[in-house]
């Protein structure tokens, strides 16, 4: 056979021969009985169990999550009156579906469905429509699927950041409410310094000094000043005799009145004395 009878499938592929030719044909049936065999086992599996909105059953195009046990998750929409969490994040997947708003119709029976996951079962419904029908509800079961699978990731990533608000905030009340405690016992401390050291006057540090000094003194060094008659100006105050060591301002605290000074004063107040007398007390005792 020549190069222009040369035979052509709708593959684009040129044969030789018609055995050739027929050959290629009858490979691709079989094929095709095998693959459709293959579609009725694998849309056999896509089954799921309407009454239980939580069941095992997969859908076509998605496999559970392989996790490791004790992981757990929660529906992150606020709605949700479901507080028991999930195993794997493929069950809270199909699960958040139920909170995904449309509004589809499908183009089979005009059903309208308001939620991702009404649309999802009723579509199982409809299995032999027809290859356009069953492309236009596959996509848009995949559609679906996709715009759910976005929302939740956006609500778990702002329930995430929520979380983590309310601890920084939780954090800070319990850090402002001890660092308040902390000032407090400072401001405390502080007024406590200022009263202890608080500078004292001259007059009162001698005062505190003359007492303290007294406090501390034995009986026997405490001589009380016994007035003498006729004498003017004569304390009758205790006299405390100051120390070596004791300030020089103590001295001017004690009040003392010698008796010669009185006499050299006031010498006529004194009665049985005389000069003569004093300058006999001179001789007697060796002084000019």
Not at 215 to 231: D, K, Q, T, W
Not at 252 to 278: K, L, R, V
Request: aromatic share 8%.
């Amino acid at each position: 056979m020549s190069n222009d009878m040369r035979l052509q499938c709708s593959c684009s592929a040129f044969f030789p021969t018609g055995d050739a030719f027929r050959a290629h044909l009858d490979e691709y049936r079989t094929l095709e009985g095998y693959l459709s065999a293959q579609l009725k086992i694998y849309r056999s599996h896509s089954k799921v169990n309407s009454d239980d909105p939580d069941s095992d059953g997969h859908d076509p195009d998605v496999y559970e999550d392989a996790e490791g046990p004790g992981i757990k998750h929660n529906c992150p929409f606020k709605g949700c009156n479901r507080n028991e969490s999930f195993k794997t994040r493929q069950r809270l997947r199909r699960h958040f579906e139920q909170h995904v708003k449309c509004e589809e119709v499908c183009v089979c029976c005009q059903h309208v469905s308001r939620r991702a996951r009404d649309y999802i079962r009723h579509a199982e419904r409809h299995q032999d429509v027809g290859m356009i029908k069953t492309t236009y509800i596959k996509q848009m079961c995949d559609e679906l699927r996709k715009r759910a699978a976005d929302e939740l990731d956006l609500a778990e990533r702002l329930s995430d950041v929520e979380r983590g608000n309310k601890r920084a905030r939780e954090v800070g009340d319990v850090g402002s409410r001890t660092s308040g405690v902390q000032r407090a016992k400072l401001q405390r401390v502080g007024a406590t310094n200022e009263l202890d050291f608080q500078p004292a006057n001259d007059a009162q540090t001698a005062v505190a000094f003359t007492q303290s000094a007294t406090a501390l003194m034995p009986p026997s060094n405490v001589a009380e000043h016994e007035p003498r008659a006729g004498f003017p100006n004569t304390s009758t105050e205790v006299y405390y005799p100051t120390s070596i060591e004791g300030p020089a301002s103590a001295l001017d605290d004690i009040d003392f009145d010698a008796p010669i000074f009185s006499i050299i004063n006031w010498p006529g107040q004194f009665t049985g004395w005389t000069q003569t007398e004093n300058m006999a007390g001179n001789i007697g005792s060796g002084m000019p």
